[in-house]
Structure formats: C-alpha cells, structure tokens
C-alpha cells in the first residue's frame, strides 16, 4: 500500500496547535497503513513532533481577503509540487472524522472537493466546499500562476478560493466531487430545520464519513449547542466527542 500523504494549514491565530494535534489524532485513527501528515503553518510551536511541519507556501496576496482560505491555493504552488508526490489528500482543521479516510485516496480522478452545500450564486453551481479536497501534487501549479495573473481583479469574479478553484479545475477538465454523503455539513446535514430543531438533536446523517464545520458553529461550539443563528436552532450534540478525538 503506497504512502497516505495528508497535509493541512495553519496561520494566524484562528487555530491553535491542539486543532492540528486533534487533526492528527483524528487521521491516524481512520487510516490504514504508513501515513505522511504535513502542516503548513507559520507558526510550529506546540504541534506534535509526528507532524512534519513546513513554511506556508507563497501565494499572491489578494488584498485583505487572504484571510478568507486563500492561502490553501500554495498548496498548488512550486513549494509543495518539490515536497509531495502523487495525490495528496488535504483536510481543514475544523472537521470530525467519522469513519476510515481510505476510501478518499482510493476514489478515481485527479482532483475531488465537496460539492458545494449551497452556492451563493448561479454562476458559480460548480463550485466545491474546500474542506476536504485530493489533489496531484505538482500537476497544477498554473493556478497559482493564474491568480497572480488576475491579481485584485479576481475579487470581482469569485467570492472565495474555492469558487476559484473550482472554476479553474472545470476549466481544464479535471473537476470531480466526492460521491453524495461522504462529506456533511454539520449546520445544513446534522442539525435540524425549524420547527424541529427546537426539540430534536443534531443528528449523524446514514454513510458519512467526515463532518465539516463550515462558517459556525465550529466543533466544541457544536458539542455544547452554542449556535449562531435565530433560524437554526441548536441543541447539544455530544455524540460528536467520539470523533473528535
């Protein structure tokens, strides 16, 4: 069985070294065989020493919406095309794994992401939730070169980097999603719409295999039922402990 290769991100102060540790813990868990698991961050200090951590790749600063996931597109850069071989899963820091990550190395094709939960906008109904994506490494490196290309012009055309990324892989015919209920999204998948949510639980939906924490609540906020909108009521979801760990 051929290396399993993870890589993940972390800048700034939004998560803490204990997110990349849980991370860690979580993969190991739900993969079979040698792992390879890499942290681009800048800042390595209190991250687990089986996590091999590395500088943040460059990537073209897009004014001050860099802090919106834009820094995931140096993951298609030159830096980790020179670090990593064939296909490299990535996974976002603030996710629950439910059952073995296997089956997202051994799906056929040469990039996947989730389908968007809900695109904001027609225009962009192919765009992909980046949470969860697997990636050729060193196969698309024009990428980045294409954002430094449009530079600040891109901000009119796309609302994120993963709209972007999206729209870049369908343009070059390589664009493909994970198969339906893979991936849910806590708030639209586990938790329940109005009226219900008011008495029932959030819920773990039948096959999913990792739970993505997009927007709010995040993961502890979730176990506690702290939500963050009127409309969707939330309710304690301490089901969620025994994934996260």
Known sequence: MAIRQVVCMKWGDKFAANDVNRLHRM????VAGELRMVCFTDDARGIDAAV???PLPAVPVVGDRSDRGWRKLGLFGPEPAALLQGDVLYLDLDIAVAQ???????CPGEFLIIKD???LRYRHRFSGNSSVVRFRAGAHQGLVAE??????RIRDDFRDEQ????????RHGVLRYW???WCASFKHDCVRPLPLGLWQPPRLPDGTKVVVFHGRPKPDEAIAGIGSKWYRPLLPAPWLRRYLD
Do not use: I, T, W
Request: net charge neutral; hydrophobic share 30%; proline share 12%.
């Open 27 to 30: 993969v190991r868990n739900h």
């Open 52 to 54: 091999e951590c590395r």
């Open 100 to 106: 073995p990550l296997d089956p997202f190395f051994d």
């Open 117 to 119: 939960f809900k695109p």
């Open 147 to 152: 954002l430094q290309q449009r530079g600040a």
């Open 163 to 170: 709209e972007f990324v999206s729209d870049y892989m369908r």
């Open 179 to 181: 198969p339906a209920g």
